[in-house]
Nanobody
Framework: QVQLVESGGGLVQAGGSLRLSCAAS????????MGWFRQAPGKEREFVAA????????YYADSVKGRFTISRDNAKNTVSLQMNSLKPADTAVYYC?????????????????WGQGTQVTVSS
């Protein structure tokens, strides 16, 4: 069982930056693939980024590639998402997720555990 708690969301102007963090409970954090997803009002939840258990494999959605950076600290049971050059289109609730499955990391059903989400609003 893993519990995930996101933090770091807020309101920022276009072009600005935010850093999201996700704190995980449990002793087996290092065995989980961690992902970030987002969901805007009226839209489906979409993949943002994912990182393997050891940090060696990293995946990004095309829409955030070059602007967002995912990282993890297994000693602190945390995963972070550094978001730069933010756009109004990045406005959404951002969710942290965890899975032990060897399955496509871009698909929400792959993930077993989800946080409650944190709101990111980018003004133009």
């Amino acid at each position: 069982q893993v519990q995930l708690v996101e933090s770091g969301g807020g309101l920022v102007q276009a072009g600005g930056s935010l850093r999201l963090s996700c704190a995980a409970s449990g002793r087996t954090f290092s065995s989980y693939v961690m992902g970030w997803f987002r969901q805007a009002p009226g839209k489906e939840r979409e993949f943002v980024a994912a990182i393997s258990w050891n940090g060696r494999s990293i995946y990004y959605a095309d829409s955030v590639k070059g602007r967002f950076t995912i990282s993890r600290d297994n000693a602190k049971n945390t995963v972070s998402l550094q978001m730069n050059s933010l756009k109004p289109a990045d406005t959404a609730v951002y969710y942290c997720a965890a899975t032990t499955l060897f399955a496509p990391v871009q698909r929400p059903p792959t993930y077993d555990y989800w946080g409650q989400g944190t709101q990111v609003t980018v003004s133009s």
